[in-house]
T-cell receptor, first 114, second 115 residues
Framework: DGGITQSPKYLFRKEGQNVTLSCEQN?????MYWYRQDPGQGLRLIYY???????QKGDIAEGYSVSREKKESFPLTVTSAQKNPTAFYLC?????????????FGNGTRLTVT | AQSVTQLGSHVSVSEGALVLLRCNYS??????LFWYVQYPNQGLQLLLK??????LVKGINGFEAEFKKSETSFHLTKPSAHMSDAAEYFC?????????????FGSGTRLQVQP
């Protein structure tokens, strides 16, 4: 079955360490996205990519970095510069055939930094 | 700029009662609107979307939403709530003609269904 795989499901890190969250899709979608979810705040866009080797900052990109070397992969690195990294991170993709293409989501990675 | 406001962070209904989750949007150009559902510790699943074809949109699991331009609203309804409808619901918007092809989400409404 096609879908989006995020790994790991739970991740624990010490403050000051960089950590990379994996996102892989086999839907042959062009566009991929990273959102951060905090209780009561909905989803906020971190980064998105519409094509391989290109990506744009979202609303809260500070302290994060991404790469898009392959169409199916869009890893997110949470750097030590991110002041409040503990959150639920969701990866999504869309066919990007138009503005009305729905997003397909992975099951998320819950990151806890202590 | 586009934005979404979901009125009521928590809604509680009895099983079999009407479900009404409110969403108001702001967009300077014609919007595309979506409702997603999220079960605990999972990603989001598309319920339905409005893309200007019809103002009343039917989705999965018996949900529907009506686009009202005059009220800038896209409220989600279901005639009869089921226990399995308990989840968090998100309204989202994007707009044609904008350079950014990414959804803007509301803050979510958690639906509780009482037996």
């Amino acid at each position: 079955d096609g879908g989006i795989t995020q790994s790991p499901k739970y991740l624990f890190r010490k403050e000051g360490q960089n950590v990379t969250l994996s996102c892989e899709q086999n839907l042959n979608h062009d566009a991929m996205y990273w959102y951060r979810q905090d209780p009561g705040q909905g989803l906020r866009l971190i980064y998105y990519s519409q094509i391989v080797n290109d990506f744009q900052k979202g609303d809260i990109a500070e302290g994060y970095s991404v790469s898009r070397e392959k169409k199916e992969s869009f890893p997110l690195t949470v750097t030590s510069a991110q002041k409040n990294p503990t959150a639920f991170y969701l990866c999504a993709s869309s066919s990007d055939r138009g503005q009305n293409s729905p997003l397909h989501f992975g099951n998320g990675t819950r990151l806890t930094v202590t | 700029a586009q934005s979404v406001t979901q009125l009521g962070s928590h809604v509680s209904v009895s099983e079999g009662a009407l479900v009404l989750l409110r969403c108001n949007y702001s967009s300077s150009v014609p919007p595309y609107l979506f409702w997603y559902v999220q079960y605990p510790n999972q990603g989001l699943q598309l319920l339905l979307k409005y893309t200007s074809a019809a103002t009343l949109v039917k989705g999965i699991n018996g949900f529907e939403a009506e686009f009202k331009k005059s009220e800038t609203s896209f409220h989600l309804t279901k005639p009869s709530a089921h226990m399995s409808d308990a989840a968090e619901y998100f309204c989202a918007v994007t707009s044609s003609g904008t350079g950014r092809r990414a959804l803007t989400f509301g803050s979510g409404t958690r639906l509780q269904v009482q037996p």
